[in-house]
């Protein structure tokens, strides 16, 4: 079982920037692909990042974004501290949402662009974008 624990969102100007953190427990956080999913108002939960387990083969991680946030967000993991993080810079309205982290198993694209693949969520962090 992993619990996460989403924290640093909060309300920002247009053109800020926040970087929100997931915390896991347990000892298997390095063997889950780890995902940032949003909820904006009155709208289904989306994909935004995700981040493959670290492979050594591949020399790390691998990152997937959803087209809107490419460029501005950029997701991390740091194994020994069991967290993953978005970086958000360059924030406009319509990242207005409430954001979660999310584990998941497969550790393959597309599945880890799916709501429906991940096996564990966060309570979700608010991120209020003003214009």
């Known amino acids: 079982q992993v619990q996460l624990v989403e924290s640093g969102g909060g309300l920002v100007q247009d053109g800020g920037s926040l970087r929100l953190s997931c915390a896991a427990s347990?000892?298997?956080?390095?063997?889950?692909?780890m995902g940032w999913f949003r909820q904006p108002p009155g709208k289904e939960r989306e994909f935004v990042a995700a981040i493959t387990r670290s492979s050594i083969t591949r020399s790390g991680s691998t990152t997937y974004y959803k087209d809107s946030v490419k460029g501005r967000f950029t997701i991390s993991r740091d194994n020994a501290k069991n967290t993953v993080y978005l970086q958000m810079n360059s924030l406009k309205a319509e990242d207005t949402a409430v954001y979660y982290c999310?584990?998941?198993?497969?550790?393959?694209?597309?599945?880890?662009?799916?709501?429906?693949?991940?096996?564990?969520w966060g309570q979700g962090t608010q991120v209020t974008v003003s214009s």
């Open positions: 999310a584990a998941e198993s497969s550790n393959s694209w597309p599945r880890i662009a799916r709501r429906t693949s991940y096996d564990y």
């Open positions: 347990g000892r298997t956080f390095s063997t889950y692909a």
